[in-house]
């Protein structure tokens, strides 16, 4: 018991906190600020963990808890100018991070993250690459010596091999312009020198996959609309093509390649479309016909789990929520440990030295109502220590018997579409007040079982809300992304009307509902509002798309971020052609419409969003306003796609919870 208190205590000093009573409902702060631990990670030889967290301060700083007997926590680095991000073990000896900085909002110029060094004591930092934007951090003093530009990013960290010790990773050099061409390169993060890895790339190459040593096996191209897939076996120095098509159309997609020169890729297959994970037949030049892995209802999403040998111990997906399936017995005995100790969670499990008799593994449990507890698990302990042993808590003021439930329905759209719809709503009586809140994307999945703080925050107000994964969201099926082409405001815009029905029906939602969303999201608010106004009472819509044509021409006049290749090749495809569905378009663009809405409207954009620029915004309530229904209107200054500065979101969340409240009066 005593060694118990005495990890609590060396842990909770950095990272655990106090826990905080709430009146109910708990204030927008618990739900919006951030995590008290952002992430976790073991060293290549599992003695080590790092930690990313705040520490109590203002930045997103990094410490390394030493796993060894009389080991002691460090506070590896932390800036007064600067978040730490996307952190990395070289070796147990030397890690690698970036930096970002929002502290004025996402939309300011942050520049790239650039490349950091350090040994886990704070020693030997070394700014490898510059960032662009602030390139300088107040709180580093090194070396400027072979400073690479800031057009360099990392790609891989090599897995340490047997016998040796590894200093280097690999990076890639990337042009400037529109097409970012990637040319790859080694680096030392003790010297900053770096070196050619020997492997001609081909032309266009934008992208590379390479295996657990870095060793480069698949290059991506690009180019006028085409693109391309090209395979380097083991021994080979040449180039062999996997596939070449449209930017929209690839026979299979390549998802990753093992130490043995195995690829694995992923395809479609059956009526839906959902993909599989196959091995890829070099003889037959072709997917394999039999698959892997096989996810019904669902996409493949997830990995093969190997060890340091590069066997397989199980694979890991995604279905409503992450699963792990364990082909190894020791894994599969942790896993059933795990889940006993945690029931009703997730439990992932991160090793090292897997399966072996001084296995070290991590575990983030988490679930609808806890964003995520770290344990870390010693196969053999350290005199005197436990096996589990508690890290920390992912938010310390979120009381998980506050939280609300969320679960995935399966429904049928009125065309008789599969449609995957996600409610979250306290356990109490229905039905209640509804918000239809719209994911942004469109083409991606809106949604994986777990705690999601905007829709915890709404349910807590007393709403159930309800996420639609409408067509044209991934992670269903070909079929089901395919047929929202050319639907924007018609068919995709059903199936959002289609789920809050179903709601109705089902007797968990009331007659009084809201839309709400943000980015693709915020445009089906307001089509939502101008197709079904019988349906709701309001409409908030953040940083949304609202004019069609100028999202799909472009304008001299606003500057974006949207790419020319985009709206030369995959736009008029997947949203509309400017001149052809001209017509197509007009109906379907709340600007066009907005003398149809005649719901109370509130508008929220960052001044610096280049994804969805401010001219969106102004165009919309310039509309409205000629329309008789002024919407309300806030904007924020230095923020972008998505409001980083918490006060920022504090704000709006609080302008959300009184609108929606006005309207209706949970």
């Known amino acids: 018991m005593r060694t118990r208190k005495r990890w609590t205590g060396v842990i909770g000093g950095l990272l655990m906190g106090v826990g905080i009573a709430h009146a109910a409902p708990p204030p927008a702060e618990v739900f919006f600020k951030d995590p008290a631990i952002v992430e976790a990670v073991l060293s290549p030889s599992g003695r080590k963990l790092a930690v990313r967290s705040a520490f109590d301060g203002d930045r997103i700083g990094l410490g390394v808890l030493d796993l060894s007997p009389g080991g002691k926590p460090l506070r590896t680095a932390q800036f007064k100018d600067g978040d730490i991000s996307r952190v990395h073990w070289v070796n147990d000896d030397r890690l690698v991070f970036s930096v970002v900085d929002f502290s004025e909002g996402s939309g300011r110029p942050n520049g790239a993250p650039g490349l950091f060094a350090i040994n886990p004591d704070g020693s030997q930092i070394r700014q490898l690459v510059r960032r662009l934007g602030r390139p300088i951090l107040a709180d580093v003093r090194s070396r400027n010596d072979r400073q690479l530009d800031w057009n360099h990013r990392l790609l891989t960290v090599p897995r340490p091999q047997p016998g040796a010790v590894n200093e280097e990773v690999l990076i890639v050099h990337f042009s400037t312009d529109e097409q970012r061409l990637e040319t790859p390169l080694w680096l030392n ?28 096996r698949v290059a991506l191209t690009q180019r006028e609309g085409r693109r391309a897939a090209l395979w380097r076996g083991p021994g080979a120095q040449d180039w062999q093509p996997l596939y070449e098509s449209g930017l929209l159309n690839a026979p299979f997609g390549v998802h990753a390649v093992d130490d043995a020169g195995q690829l694995y890729v992923t395809r479609t297959q059956g009526a839906a479309g959902e993909t599989v994970l196959s091995l890829y037949d070099f003889g037959a030049r072709a997917p394999a016909k039999k698959p892997l892995v096989i996810v019904p209802g ?54 090292r030295r897997c399966a072996q008799p001084d296995m070290v593994a991590l575990v983030r449990s988490y679930s609808d109502q806890e964003p995520g507890t770290y344990w870390l698990y010693q196969a053999q302990p350290p005199d005197g220590e436990a096996n589990w042993r508690p890290v920390g808590r992912v938010r310390n003021d979120v009381k998980p018997s506050e939280m609300a439930l969320m679960e995935l329905q399966r429904i049928k759209a009125r065309d008789g579409r599969d449609l995957p719809v996600w409610i979250t709503k306290h356990a109490t009586a229905s039905p209640l007040p509804a918000v239809v809140l719209v994911h942004g994307g469109p083409w991606v999945r809106g949604n994986v079982w777990g705690w999601r703080g905007m829709a915890q925050f709404l349910a807590s107000r007393g709403y159930v809300v309800i996420e639609p994964e409408f067509r044209g969201s991934t992670g269903y099926g070909h079929a089901h992304f395919k047929a929202g082409f050319k639907q924007w405001g018609r068919a995709m ?13 089902q007797g968990i939602a009331s007659g009084k509902a809201c839309i709400a969303g943000a980015s693709y999201g915020g445009y089906s608010t307001l089509m939502g509002l101008v197709k079904d106004p019988e349906l709701y009472r309001c409409g908030v819509a953040w940083v949304a ?72 915004g102004e165009r919309m309530r310039k509309a409205l306003r000629e329309a008789g229904n002024e919407p309300v209107w806030v904007t924020y200054p230095g923020e972008g796609h998505g409001f980083a500065v918490l006060k920022n979101r504090i704000d709006f969340a609080q302008r959300l919870e009184a609108f929606l409240g006005q309207h209706l009066q949970p």
């Open 189 to 216: 993060t003790r010297t900053g020198r770096t070196r050619s890895t020997g492997v001609d790339a081909p032309p266009n190459t934008v992208g590379w996959i390479a295996d657990s040593r870095g060793e480069l």
């Open 298 to 351: 669902f996409d493949f999403s997830g990995s093969v789990l190997n060890d340091t040998a590069g066997a397989a111990l199980g694979v890991r997906v995604v279905t409503d929520g992450e699963t792990t399936v364990w082909r190894n017995a020791t894994m599969q005995a942790l896993q059933a440990q795990v889940d006993e100790r945690l029931p009703g969670r997730i439990n992932s499990i991160s090793c």
């Open 493 to 505: 815009q059903d199936d959002v009307a289609d789920a809050l029905r179903w709601a109705q029906q």
């Open 545 to 616: 798309v609202t004019d069609l044509e100028l999202l799909v021409r472009g304008s001299w006049w606003v500057s974006d971020d949207t790419s020319s290749a985009a709206r030369q090749f995959t736009i008029p495809e997947m949203i509309g052609d400017a001149d052809k569905d001209a017509a197509l378009l007009v109906a379907n663009s709340p600007v066009r419409q907005a003398a149809a809405i005649k719901a109370p409207v509130l508008l929220a954009f960052g001044e610096d969003d280049l994804r969805v620029p401010l001219a969106h």
